[in-house]
């Protein structure tokens, strides 16, 4: 089964904080993404059907290997894509909104041009 948009900003969040924190419970989440804990708990029922995370028996989330993949390519695309608007001239935060909708949805095609063109035109 694809994964959904939603699926894919749980990883993205759970892969940021991860980034940041040694540990990530369900209630970082929710305190991330300004979701209730209800919202949270649902979606991270479905990643772990899809066996994009692992949870002990504490709450602790982790990434499988098949998470971590997914997430960092839409970490990647909401970091090279924000950079891009944010040259063109776009304040950082529509920038930063506009390429959390964006990233969702481009092809991969399309993104790797645009990835192309900002690894030679806009410094990192």
């Known amino acids: 089964m694809p994964l959904k948009e939603s699926g894919e900003m749980y990883l993205e ?11 990530v419970r369900s209630i970082d989440i929710a305190e991330h993404m300004n979701f209730s804990r209800a ?15 692992l949870m002990d028996k504490d709450g602790y989330i982790t ?3 098949k998470g971590i993949k ?10 090279i894509i924000s950079k891009m608007l944010m040259a063109m001239g ?8 506009d390429a959390c909708r964006i990233e ?13 063109h900002a690894d030679k035109y806009i410094t990192k």
Not at 39 to 53: A, H
């Open 13 to 23: 969040s759970i892969y940021v904080l991860l980034r940041s924190k040694s540990s």
């Open 39 to 53: 919202s949270v708990c649902r979606g991270v029922g479905l990643l772990k059907k899809q066996d994009l995370i």
């Open 63 to 65: 990434l499988t290997d």
């Open 70 to 79: 997914i997430a960092e390519k839409i970490f990647e695309r909401h970091t």
């Open 90 to 97: 776009i304040d950082e935060e529509t920038a930063t909104q």
């Open 104 to 116: 969702h949805v481009i092809s991969d095609k399309t993104f790797e041009v645009m990835k192309q």
